[in-house]
């Protein structure tokens, strides 16, 4: 049967697994806390059964703000089982700029642990709250939900083309914006990463990324095609690279995924040396270029083991993969190409002009599923249709805004972005929005924010700002500044300051002349 034979919506792949499997572990964390299948079957309808409680209905979103934890799988799987869709946010973001995601997609409810619900409410809650212990005490059950029907189901039918999820990405207008996705879509994807990669219930599949990446989507469904486990690797652990290793090693991990940027870091810091990480079996990474001489120094370390370079924004989830030769010349010095178009996806490359190129000219990607790549984003009509090309057939096409071409053997080579938005350890990052917070510094008269390539990194950001006259702007300043008002990843790596910032002939901020200078 394949993964997605009668399955409806993405809560009906733990829903099966619950039924046919139901002692079998689903979940495990860095603790050794663990629910079987039935147990975060039973979590989730308890969840479901309170929202419904709160007057949440199909269509609606709940929010989601706390870290990763046993508590928040079974928050997501028990907003879809309400036949909503989770809103999942950074929890270490600015509480500002997680209010601003709430209040933007209406959410109904927000689920938060005890020290984001408190940050959320300070400044005033922007929905009523399910509130869940904290890290300390999370196997404390949550108050609200005692009581409550582990077996609660809707009587509102599910469907493919409902909206699951909303991941909110950075905002080329200085403000976040929301990437909705029916279950269509991502049990496409699902079912894809299902044929390609062929999990097993013996699988012990890690879950990396953060619910608010889009690399998640893989973490918490695939292993649910086959009744697999999903092991935790918590936020804090998850950027430990000196204990990553031994957690792949006692945890037994089968299926790592992640960004590049982690898996360098693993094995430069890792001592995986050490580490009896013989179980694993298959390495998949993206969300950034891997640098060949970081890719070829893991793959020594793990000779034995079957790499994959992903790729895709997070309108597509995963649209071209690559599998990385199992040996990497020693000569070579260029990352390895993005690869070929998933099997559930089809791309076109096209001109300036939306022309298609030549086989081997350089484009603009473009990629198409049987249905949609996504909703389009919340609440913003006008960008939503920008961002897709019809062909003379009636085909919609999905933008990337991502420059390639193809090499010799017909695989997609990455070349650029063309407009301003970069990736940086593995986020998506408009670089207006990094410029949107530093205009709010009381000191700064001008702020502009660009990328140079870092041949460690892939990619360093960098400020440039001119302070008010008579004001001198401190570094320490200006990182706290950022801190509290960006994420961490969106942090700038340099602060330059300029009496005044060039400027070309229309009076636009002369970015190119900035990027010559800061090289």
């Given at each position: ?11 009906d792949?733990?829903e ?9 572990a ?56 309400a ?11 600015p ?10 997609c ?6 938060a ?38 077996d ?25 914006k ?12 699902v ?19 953060p ?28 950027k ?31 001592k995986?040396?050490?580490c ?63 690869g070929?178009?998933?099997?559930n996806?089809?791309s ?21 599923q ?10 913003l ?15 919609t ?7 390639v ?16 938005m ?10 207006g929005?990094?410029?949107s ?63 005044k ?13 900035l990027?010559?200078?800061?090289k």
């Amino acid at each position: 049967m394949t993964p997605s034979a009668g399955i409806d919506c993405l809560p009906d792949l733990l829903e099966r697994w619950a039924r046919r499997t139901p002692n079998a572990a689903a979940i495990e964390d860095s603790a050794g806390r663990a629910l079987s299948y039935r147990q975060l079957d039973a979590a989730a309808g308890r969840v479901a059964a309170r929202l419904h409680a709160l007057g949440v209905r199909r269509g609606d979103r709940v929010g989601l703000c706390m870290p990763k934890s046993i508590h928040s799988v079974a928050c997501i799987f028990g907003i879809m089982k309400a036949r909503a869709a989770y809103v999942p946010v950074d929890y270490s973001a600015p509480p500002e700029r997680n209010r601003f995601i709430f209040t933007n997609c209406q959410a109904r409810v927000v689920c938060a642990d005890e020290p984001r619900a408190a940050a959320l409410s300070a400044g005033g809650a922007p929905a009523p709250m399910i509130v869940f212990p904290g890290e300390s005490t999370e196997a404390r059950p949550c108050p609200e939900l005692e009581g409550l029907p582990p077996d609660w189901r809707s009587d509102e039918p599910a469907a493919l083309d409902d909206l699951a999820y909303i991941l909110y990405t950075s905002g080329s207008t200085g403000v976040p914006k929301g990437v909705m996705h029916a279950h269509r879509s991502a049990l496409s994807f699902v079912r894809w990463c299902h044929d390609v990669f062929e999990p097993t219930a013996d699988d012990r599949i890690s879950s990396h990324a953060p619910f608010h990446f889009d690399l998640s989507i893989h973490d918490l469904y695939v292993p649910m095609t086959v009744g697999a486990a999903i092991i935790l690797v918590e936020d804090a652990l998850g950027k430990e690279p000196h204990q990553l290793g031994p957690y792949i090693a006692e945890k037994r991990i089968s299926i790592w995924y992640s960004v590049p940027s982690i898996l360098a870091l693993l094995a430069q810091y890792g001592k995986l040396d050490q580490c009896d990480c013989s179980a694993l079996r298959l390495v998949l990474f993206a969300g950034e270029v891997f640098p060949i001489k970081q890719l070829r120094a893991l793959k020594k370390l793990w000779p034995d083991k079957t790499c994959y370079n992903l790729y895709g924004p997070t309108e597509t989830n995963v649209c071209t993969y690559f599998r990385i030769p199992d040996e990497i010349e020693e000569d070579r010095t260029t990352p390895y190409p993005i690869g070929v178009t998933c099997e559930n996806c089809e791309s076109i490359v096209l001109d300036e002009n939306d022309r298609p190129v030549s086989t081997d000219g350089e484009g603009l990607l473009l990629i198409r599923q049987s249905g949609p790549v996504m909703l389009g984003y919340w609440n913003l009509p006008e960008q939503s249709a920008k961002c897709f090309w019809t062909d003379e057939q009636g085909a919609t096409w999905y933008r990337t805004g991502d420059v390639v071409h193809r090499d010799a053997n017909g695989d997609f080579i990455f070349v650029g972005r063309r407009d301003r938005m970069v990736k940086r350890r593995g986020y998506r990052i408009e670089l207006g929005e990094i410029e949107s917070a530093l205009y709010r510094h009381p000191q700064v008269r001008e702020a502009a924010a660009i990328s140079v390539p870092d041949a460690e990194a892939g990619v360093r950001i960098v400020a440039c700002l001119t302070p008010h006259p008579g004001e001198k702007l401190s570094i320490i300043q200006l990182k706290q500044f950022c801190a509290q008002n960006l994420p961490q990843y969106m942090i700038p790596d340099l602060f330059q300051f300029f009496d005044k910032l060039p400027r070309t002939s229309t009076d636009k901020v002369d970015y190119q002349s900035l990027i010559h200078a800061a090289k």
